[in-house]
Protein backbone atom coordinates (compact mmCIF):
# COMPACT_ATOMS: atom_id res chain seq x y z
CA UNK A 1 0.00 0.00 0.00
CA UNK A 2 2.95 2.03 0.51
CA UNK A 3 3.46 3.15 -3.22
CA UNK A 4 -0.18 3.98 -3.15
CA UNK A 5 0.19 6.99 -1.44
CA UNK A 6 4.15 8.09 -2.56
CA UNK A 7 3.24 10.49 -5.41
CA UNK A 8 0.18 11.50 -2.91
CA UNK A 9 2.71 12.51 -0.27
CA UNK A 10 4.92 14.37 -2.45
CA UNK A 11 2.03 16.81 -3.63
CA UNK A 12 1.22 17.28 0.03
CA UNK A 13 4.71 18.33 0.76
CA UNK A 14 5.04 20.63 -2.25
CA UNK A 15 1.39 22.36 -0.89
CA UNK A 16 2.99 22.30 2.65
CA UNK A 17 6.17 24.36 1.16
CA UNK A 18 3.78 26.74 -0.36
CA UNK A 19 2.12 27.43 2.63
CA UNK A 20 5.44 27.41 4.64
CA UNK A 21 6.34 30.02 2.41
CA UNK A 22 2.56 32.52 2.46
CA UNK A 23 2.61 36.13 3.64
CA UNK A 24 3.19 36.19 7.62
CA UNK A 25 0.03 38.55 7.35
CA UNK A 26 -2.10 35.31 6.60
CA UNK A 27 -0.16 33.03 9.02
CA UNK A 28 -0.93 35.73 11.69
CA UNK A 29 -4.37 35.64 11.02
CA UNK A 30 -5.20 31.71 10.77
CA UNK A 31 -3.19 31.30 14.23
CA UNK A 32 -3.95 34.31 15.99
CA UNK A 33 -7.69 33.56 14.78
CA UNK A 34 -7.89 30.22 15.66
CA UNK A 35 -6.03 31.15 19.52
CA UNK A 36 -8.76 33.77 19.73
CA UNK A 37 -11.45 31.32 18.93
CA UNK A 38 -10.48 28.40 21.60
CA UNK A 39 -9.70 30.62 24.28
CA UNK A 40 -13.21 32.63 24.10
CA UNK A 41 -14.70 29.24 23.63
CA UNK A 42 -13.48 28.57 26.70
CA UNK A 43 -14.08 31.53 28.80
CA UNK A 44 -17.53 31.47 27.01
CA UNK A 45 -18.52 27.90 28.46
CA UNK A 46 -16.94 28.76 31.84
CA UNK A 47 -18.82 31.86 32.66
CA UNK A 48 -21.58 30.68 31.02
CA UNK A 49 -21.73 27.52 33.76
CA UNK A 50 -21.32 29.38 36.27
CA UNK A 51 -24.26 31.69 35.36
CA UNK A 52 -26.41 28.54 34.84
CA UNK A 53 -26.12 27.48 38.33
CA UNK A 54 -26.44 30.86 40.24
CA UNK A 55 -29.87 31.38 38.28
CA UNK A 56 -30.92 27.74 39.71
CA UNK A 57 -30.13 25.80 36.65
CA UNK A 58 -29.57 21.99 37.38
CA UNK A 59 -26.13 20.57 36.48
CA UNK A 60 -27.60 18.17 34.06
CA UNK A 61 -29.67 20.93 31.11
CA UNK A 62 -25.95 22.55 31.82
CA UNK A 63 -24.20 19.90 30.42
CA UNK A 64 -26.61 18.83 27.80
CA UNK A 65 -27.10 22.41 26.75
CA UNK A 66 -24.34 25.45 27.37
CA UNK A 67 -21.54 22.61 27.20
CA UNK A 68 -22.50 20.86 24.02
CA UNK A 69 -23.37 23.68 22.69
CA UNK A 70 -19.91 25.72 23.44
CA UNK A 71 -17.95 22.68 21.87
CA UNK A 72 -19.21 23.71 18.83
CA UNK A 73 -18.83 27.54 19.14
CA UNK A 74 -15.77 28.13 17.06
CA UNK A 75 -17.54 26.25 13.98
CA UNK A 76 -21.12 28.37 14.76
CA UNK A 77 -19.20 31.21 14.83
CA UNK A 78 -16.73 30.30 11.72
CA UNK A 79 -20.16 29.60 9.50
CA UNK A 80 -21.84 32.43 10.62
CA UNK A 81 -19.25 35.07 9.78
CA UNK A 82 -18.86 33.66 6.79
CA UNK A 83 -22.31 33.20 5.65
CA UNK A 84 -22.94 36.89 6.57
CA UNK A 85 -20.10 38.05 4.18
CA UNK A 86 -20.70 35.61 1.30
CA UNK A 87 -18.34 32.85 1.79
CA UNK A 88 -20.60 30.57 1.71
CA UNK A 89 -17.75 27.97 0.60
CA UNK A 90 -16.30 28.16 3.78
CA UNK A 91 -19.86 28.57 5.77
CA UNK A 92 -20.39 25.17 4.01
CA UNK A 93 -16.99 23.68 4.56
CA UNK A 94 -16.56 24.31 7.84
CA UNK A 95 -19.63 22.50 9.17
CA UNK A 96 -18.74 19.39 6.57
CA UNK A 97 -15.26 19.23 7.28
CA UNK A 98 -15.68 19.12 10.65
CA UNK A 99 -18.33 16.61 11.13
CA UNK A 100 -15.35 14.40 8.94
CA UNK A 101 -13.13 15.44 10.73
CA UNK A 102 -14.66 14.62 14.24
CA UNK A 103 -15.25 10.93 12.61
CA UNK A 104 -12.42 9.81 10.96
CA UNK A 105 -9.67 11.57 12.96
CA UNK A 106 -10.66 12.19 16.33
CA UNK A 107 -12.74 9.02 17.11
CA UNK A 108 -9.97 7.21 14.64
CA UNK A 109 -6.99 8.51 17.14
CA UNK A 110 -9.01 8.21 20.38
CA UNK A 111 -9.52 4.45 19.46
CA UNK A 112 -5.90 3.81 18.15
CA UNK A 113 -5.17 5.23 21.79
CA UNK A 114 -7.18 3.23 23.79
CA UNK A 115 -10.30 1.13 21.95
CA UNK A 116 -13.53 3.04 22.94
CA UNK A 117 -16.53 1.92 24.72
CA UNK A 118 -20.05 2.86 22.65
CA UNK A 119 -23.14 3.12 25.17
CA UNK A 120 -26.20 1.54 24.12
CA UNK A 121 -28.21 5.18 23.61
CA UNK A 122 -25.60 6.29 20.91
CA UNK A 123 -26.60 3.26 18.56
CA UNK A 124 -30.43 3.47 19.34
CA UNK A 125 -30.84 7.30 19.32
CA UNK A 126 -28.29 9.93 18.60
CA UNK A 127 -26.70 8.10 15.66
CA UNK A 128 -29.77 7.52 13.76
CA UNK A 129 -30.41 11.07 14.37
CA UNK A 130 -27.15 12.38 12.90
CA UNK A 131 -27.55 9.93 10.26
CA UNK A 132 -31.35 11.25 9.59
CA UNK A 133 -30.09 14.77 9.65
CA UNK A 134 -26.78 14.36 7.46
CA UNK A 135 -29.38 13.02 4.95
CA UNK A 136 -31.89 15.48 5.23
CA UNK A 137 -29.09 18.48 4.83
CA UNK A 138 -28.16 16.73 1.40
CA UNK A 139 -32.00 16.60 0.58
CA UNK A 140 -31.90 20.30 1.53
CA UNK A 141 -28.69 20.86 -0.57
CA UNK A 142 -29.92 19.56 -3.79
CA UNK A 143 -31.37 22.47 -5.13
CA UNK A 144 -27.92 24.26 -4.55
CA UNK A 145 -29.01 26.21 -1.31
CA UNK A 146 -30.07 25.75 2.10
CA UNK A 147 -32.69 28.42 2.39
CA UNK A 148 -33.19 30.34 5.23
CA UNK A 149 -36.60 28.41 5.83
CA UNK A 150 -34.34 25.24 5.63
CA UNK A 151 -31.86 26.92 8.16
CA UNK A 152 -35.18 27.70 10.82
CA UNK A 153 -35.80 23.61 10.34
CA UNK A 154 -32.90 22.47 11.05
CA UNK A 155 -32.42 25.18 13.81
CA UNK A 156 -35.75 24.10 15.11
CA UNK A 157 -35.08 20.41 15.32
CA UNK A 158 -31.76 20.97 17.73
CA UNK A 159 -34.61 22.73 20.19
CA UNK A 160 -36.41 19.38 20.08
CA UNK A 161 -33.56 17.33 19.84
CA UNK A 162 -32.27 19.40 23.25
CA UNK A 163 -35.20 18.74 24.76
CA UNK A 164 -35.78 15.07 23.99
CA UNK A 165 -32.35 14.45 25.38
CA UNK A 166 -33.44 15.95 29.00
CA UNK A 167 -36.30 14.10 28.92
CA UNK A 168 -34.39 10.67 28.15
CA UNK A 169 -31.95 11.39 30.87
CA UNK A 170 -33.72 12.88 33.60
CA UNK A 171 -34.95 8.67 33.08
CA UNK A 172 -32.07 7.73 33.57
CA UNK A 173 -30.70 6.64 37.31
CA UNK A 174 -29.84 9.03 39.66
CA UNK A 175 -26.37 8.54 39.28
CA UNK A 176 -26.74 10.42 36.15
CA UNK A 177 -27.35 13.66 38.03
CA UNK A 178 -24.45 13.20 40.04
CA UNK A 179 -22.09 12.60 37.35
CA UNK A 180 -22.89 16.11 36.00
CA UNK A 181 -22.89 17.91 39.86
CA UNK A 182 -19.75 16.60 40.28
CA UNK A 183 -18.18 17.59 36.36
CA UNK A 184 -20.00 21.38 36.24
CA UNK A 185 -21.09 22.18 39.86
CA UNK A 186 -18.74 25.37 41.11
CA UNK A 187 -17.06 24.64 44.42
CA UNK A 188 -18.31 27.64 46.14
CA UNK A 189 -21.52 29.11 46.03
CA UNK A 190 -21.80 32.42 43.53
CA UNK A 191 -22.55 35.48 44.93
CA UNK A 192 -23.96 38.34 42.84
CA UNK A 193 -20.87 39.98 42.25
CA UNK A 194 -19.09 36.76 40.91
CA UNK A 195 -22.47 36.42 38.79
CA UNK A 196 -21.84 39.98 37.46
CA UNK A 197 -17.71 39.26 37.15
CA UNK A 198 -18.63 35.12 34.96
CA UNK A 199 -21.46 37.97 32.90
CA UNK A 200 -18.07 39.55 32.02
CA UNK A 201 -16.43 36.96 31.32
CA UNK A 202 -19.19 35.36 29.04
CA UNK A 203 -19.43 38.23 27.10
CA UNK A 204 -15.80 38.46 26.51
CA UNK A 205 -15.48 35.27 25.43
CA UNK A 206 -18.15 36.15 23.18
CA UNK A 207 -16.43 38.80 22.07
CA UNK A 208 -13.60 37.30 21.43
CA UNK A 209 -15.02 34.45 19.66
CA UNK A 210 -16.15 37.15 17.00
CA UNK A 211 -13.15 38.62 16.26
CA UNK A 212 -11.52 35.43 16.32
CA UNK A 213 -13.45 34.03 13.74
CA UNK A 214 -13.11 37.61 11.90
CA UNK A 215 -9.56 37.06 11.40
CA UNK A 216 -9.39 33.26 10.81
CA UNK A 217 -12.02 33.66 7.58
CA UNK A 218 -9.99 36.34 6.14
CA UNK A 219 -6.89 34.37 6.44
CA UNK A 220 -8.70 31.45 5.01
CA UNK A 221 -10.06 33.49 2.02
CA UNK A 222 -6.77 34.86 1.72
CA UNK A 223 -4.89 31.93 1.96
CA UNK A 224 -7.18 30.13 -0.87
CA UNK A 225 -6.62 32.54 -2.87
CA UNK A 226 -2.69 32.46 -2.31
CA UNK A 227 -2.24 29.29 -3.43
CA UNK A 228 -5.16 29.05 -5.80
CA UNK A 229 -7.38 26.96 -4.13
CA UNK A 230 -11.01 27.27 -3.61
CA UNK A 231 -12.76 28.56 -0.65
CA UNK A 232 -14.18 24.95 -0.06
CA UNK A 233 -10.81 22.90 0.04
CA UNK A 234 -9.83 25.15 3.06
CA UNK A 235 -12.95 25.37 4.50
CA UNK A 236 -12.97 21.29 4.43
CA UNK A 237 -9.20 21.32 5.41
CA UNK A 238 -7.48 23.69 7.76
CA UNK A 239 -10.67 25.77 9.15
CA UNK A 240 -12.66 22.41 9.93
CA UNK A 241 -9.89 20.92 11.55
CA UNK A 242 -8.91 24.11 13.63
CA UNK A 243 -12.87 24.54 14.91
CA UNK A 244 -12.48 20.74 16.03
CA UNK A 245 -9.67 21.30 18.15
CA UNK A 246 -12.08 21.28 21.10
CA UNK A 247 -13.51 18.17 20.31
CA UNK A 248 -10.20 16.93 19.49
CA UNK A 249 -8.64 17.99 23.32
CA UNK A 250 -12.21 16.46 24.99
CA UNK A 251 -12.15 13.04 22.94
CA UNK A 252 -8.37 12.42 23.63
CA UNK A 253 -8.07 13.38 26.40
CA UNK A 254 -11.47 11.65 27.54
CA UNK A 255 -9.88 8.38 25.83
CA UNK A 256 -6.19 8.80 28.16
CA UNK A 257 -8.50 9.10 31.66
CA UNK A 258 -10.50 6.20 30.80
CA UNK A 259 -13.74 8.13 30.30
CA UNK A 260 -14.22 6.31 27.29
CA UNK A 261 -17.85 6.63 26.44
CA UNK A 262 -17.46 11.05 27.06
CA UNK A 263 -14.96 10.64 23.47
CA UNK A 264 -17.65 9.03 21.42
CA UNK A 265 -20.41 11.16 23.27
CA UNK A 266 -18.69 14.26 22.68
CA UNK A 267 -18.18 13.81 18.64
CA UNK A 268 -21.67 12.18 17.81
CA UNK A 269 -23.60 14.92 19.50
CA UNK A 270 -20.97 17.99 18.10
CA UNK A 271 -21.65 17.01 14.55
CA UNK A 272 -25.21 16.65 15.63
CA UNK A 273 -24.99 20.46 16.64
CA UNK A 274 -22.79 21.86 13.94
CA UNK A 275 -25.60 20.77 11.35
CA UNK A 276 -28.92 21.87 13.33
CA UNK A 277 -27.37 24.67 14.86
CA UNK A 278 -24.36 26.34 13.46
CA UNK A 279 -25.48 25.39 9.67
CA UNK A 280 -29.12 25.92 10.85
CA UNK A 281 -28.43 29.28 12.49
CA UNK A 282 -26.09 30.43 9.36
CA UNK A 283 -28.41 29.34 6.92
CA UNK A 284 -31.33 31.24 8.92
CA UNK A 285 -29.57 34.68 9.50
CA UNK A 286 -27.46 35.14 6.03
CA UNK A 287 -29.93 37.11 3.66
CA UNK A 288 -30.10 34.63 1.00
CA UNK A 289 -29.10 31.49 3.04
CA UNK A 290 -26.01 29.36 2.59
CA UNK A 291 -24.76 28.67 -1.61
CA UNK A 292 -23.72 24.97 -1.91
CA UNK A 293 -21.28 24.44 -4.73
CA UNK A 294 -21.70 21.79 -7.12
CA UNK A 295 -18.48 20.14 -5.75
CA UNK A 296 -19.62 20.09 -1.92
CA UNK A 297 -22.74 18.59 -3.47
CA UNK A 298 -21.34 15.78 -5.48
CA UNK A 299 -18.41 14.68 -3.15
CA UNK A 300 -17.92 15.84 0.37
CA UNK A 301 -21.99 16.09 1.31
CA UNK A 302 -22.06 12.20 0.12
CA UNK A 303 -18.69 11.82 2.17
CA UNK A 304 -20.44 13.26 5.18
CA UNK A 305 -23.12 11.18 4.79
CA UNK A 306 -21.32 7.77 4.18
CA UNK A 307 -19.11 8.22 6.92
CA UNK A 308 -22.12 9.00 9.28
CA UNK A 309 -23.52 6.00 8.37
CA UNK A 310 -20.26 4.05 8.80
CA UNK A 311 -20.72 4.68 12.22
CA UNK A 312 -23.42 2.39 12.97
CA UNK A 313 -21.77 -1.26 12.09
CA UNK A 314 -18.59 -0.07 13.82
CA UNK A 315 -20.51 1.11 17.09
CA UNK A 316 -22.53 -1.99 17.03
CA UNK A 317 -19.51 -4.97 17.16
CA UNK A 318 -19.55 -5.66 20.53
CA UNK A 319 -19.94 -1.82 21.77
CA UNK A 320 -16.83 -1.11 21.06
CA UNK A 321 -14.44 1.14 18.42
CA UNK A 322 -11.35 -1.26 18.55
CA UNK A 323 -7.69 -0.24 17.77
CA UNK A 324 -8.33 -1.87 14.01
CA UNK A 325 -11.10 0.36 13.65
CA UNK A 326 -9.67 2.80 14.52
CA UNK A 327 -6.94 2.53 12.20
CA UNK A 328 -8.93 2.20 9.25
CA UNK A 329 -10.90 5.80 10.06
CA UNK A 330 -7.77 7.14 10.06
CA UNK A 331 -6.61 5.96 7.02
CA UNK A 332 -9.91 7.20 5.42
CA UNK A 333 -9.10 10.46 6.71
CA UNK A 334 -5.54 10.35 4.87
CA UNK A 335 -7.06 8.90 2.10
CA UNK A 336 -10.07 12.83 1.76
CA UNK A 337 -7.38 14.83 2.25
CA UNK A 338 -4.89 13.58 0.04
CA UNK A 339 -8.08 13.11 -2.73
CA UNK A 340 -8.82 16.86 -1.77
CA UNK A 341 -5.00 17.80 -2.23
CA UNK A 342 -5.39 15.79 -5.78
CA UNK A 343 -8.50 17.31 -7.09
CA UNK A 344 -7.07 20.91 -6.07
CA UNK A 345 -3.88 20.59 -8.05
CA UNK A 346 -5.43 19.23 -10.82
CA UNK A 347 -3.11 15.87 -10.91
CA UNK A 348 -3.10 13.32 -13.26
CA UNK A 349 -3.30 10.67 -10.18
CA UNK A 350 -6.01 11.81 -9.61
CA UNK A 351 -8.10 9.01 -11.83
CA UNK A 352 -5.88 6.17 -10.65
CA UNK A 353 -6.49 7.20 -6.80
CA UNK A 354 -10.04 7.38 -7.36
CA UNK A 355 -10.09 4.17 -9.27
CA UNK A 356 -7.98 2.40 -6.63
CA UNK A 357 -10.12 3.64 -3.81
CA UNK A 358 -13.25 2.35 -5.23
CA UNK A 359 -12.22 -0.70 -6.92
CA UNK A 360 -9.69 -1.88 -4.01
CA UNK A 361 -9.77 0.20 -0.77
CA UNK A 362 -13.33 1.01 -0.26
CA UNK A 363 -14.75 -2.84 -1.00
CA UNK A 364 -12.21 -4.45 1.19
CA UNK A 365 -13.37 -1.93 4.29
CA UNK A 366 -17.24 -2.98 3.51
CA UNK A 367 -16.00 -6.50 3.45
CA UNK A 368 -14.09 -6.18 6.54
CA UNK A 369 -17.16 -3.99 8.59
CA UNK A 370 -19.76 -6.74 7.44
CA UNK A 371 -17.79 -9.67 8.64
CA UNK A 372 -16.90 -8.02 12.39
CA UNK A 373 -20.62 -7.40 12.24
CA UNK A 374 -21.36 -11.36 11.21
CA UNK A 375 -19.46 -12.14 13.48
CA UNK A 376 -21.30 -10.06 16.48
CA UNK A 377 -24.18 -11.40 15.74
CA UNK A 378 -23.16 -15.13 15.70
CA UNK A 379 -20.99 -15.04 19.09
CA UNK A 380 -24.21 -12.99 20.62
CA UNK A 381 -26.50 -15.79 19.26
CA UNK A 382 -24.39 -18.18 20.76
CA UNK A 383 -23.66 -16.66 23.94
CA UNK A 384 -27.82 -16.63 24.35
CA UNK A 385 -28.11 -20.52 23.28
CA UNK A 386 -25.75 -21.16 26.09
CA UNK A 387 -27.59 -19.17 28.24
CA UNK A 388 -31.05 -20.79 27.30
CA UNK A 389 -29.53 -24.57 27.50
Not at 63 to 83: K, Q, R, Y
Not at 320 to 335: D, M
Request: hydrophobic share 55%; charged share 15%.
Amino acid sequence: MAFFFVPCLCMIVRLLLRVFFMTLEIAVLLVAGLAILTFGADLLVRGSVKLAYFFGISPLVTGLTIVAFGTSAPELAVSLNSALEGNADIAMGNVVGSNICNILLILGLSAVLLPLVVKQQLIRVDVPIMIGISLLLYWFAMDGVVSRTEGLTLFGIVIVYVAFLIWLEKRELPEVEKEYEAEYKPQEPITQRGALLNGIVAVTGLTLLIVGADWMVDGAVQLARSLGVSELIIGLTIVALGTSLPEVATSVVAALKGERDIAVGNVVGSNIFNILSVLGLSAAIAPAGVAVSPTALAFDLPVMAAVAILCLPIFFTGSVISRPEGAILLFYYIAYLTFLILDATRSHALSWYREGMMLIVIPATVLYVFFEVFRHIRAARTSTTRKAS
